[in-house]
């Protein structure tokens, strides 16, 4: 028997595609989020992140991008700042300097992308920091899963992807930054 892959699609974009003209793919929630952080460099990557999520949402689920669904429910408390949540597609996202990242699957998927740097300085202790976070994110304690490292698109920094499932994946990865400029123009 053979086993299809289950494909994944990892979407990578930058602060480059940080502009004004990006609000206007956001709801109210995701601007306001992103006008909390008092970096401007925060302040990108979660407009960047909010933006490259819809885009990517819509892309996968064949839907115009006004009609994607996001919710962030908190299951400890219930405000608006969880996990990012869409029917019918699994999605993580994560940001670290300049680089946004986003996974969209049929299973559950955890990413992370951290700044070599940070690693070192924050947490010598692991090496496969961006492993630990991933995890985290797919939200999975126990069973089996499958990890892949990521090559970054600029050199600096580490990238994790786990998918829950023992069959094996294809990854799929593409320019965000392309594909947010195609929707903001």
């Known amino acids: 028997m053979i086993i299809k892959p289950i494909p994944i699609t990892v ?34 990557r979660s407009l960047v992140a ?13 839907i115009d991008i006004a009609d994607v ?7 400890d408390c219930g405000q608006d700042h969880g996990k990012p949540n869409i029917t019918s597609l699994e999605v993580s ?26 690693i070192e300085r924050f947490h ?3 090496p496969n920091w961006t492993e630990y976070e991933a995890l985290l994110k797919l939200g999975q304690k126990t069973g089996p899963v499958v990890t892949k490292t990521l090559t970054t698109p600029i050199p600096g920094y580490q ?3 786990v998918a829950a499932t ?4 294809e990854i799929t ?12 123009s």
């Open 69 to 75: 669904v996001i919710t962030r429910t908190c299951p």
């Open 166 to 169: 023992t069959d094996p994946i």
């Open 11 to 44: 979407w990578w974009a930058d602060l480059r595609s940080a502009s004004n003209r990006i609000s206007k793919i956001l709801d109210s929630t995701e601007i306001a989020k992103a006008e909390n952080y008092l970096n401007p460099a925060a302040t990108g």
């Open 50 to 62: 909010s933006a490259l999520l819809r885009v990517a949402a819509a892309n996968q689920l064949g």
């Open 93 to 118: 996202v994560s940001h670290s300097g300049v680089l946004v990242l986003v996974a969209t699957a049929s299973v559950p998927v955890g990413v992370d992308v951290e700044q070599l740097a940070d």
């Open 159 to 161: 990238a994790t992807l």
């Open 124 to 126: 010598p202790e692991k």
């Open 173 to 184: 990865e593409l320019n965000g930054n392309k594909i947010l400029e195609s929707f903001l």
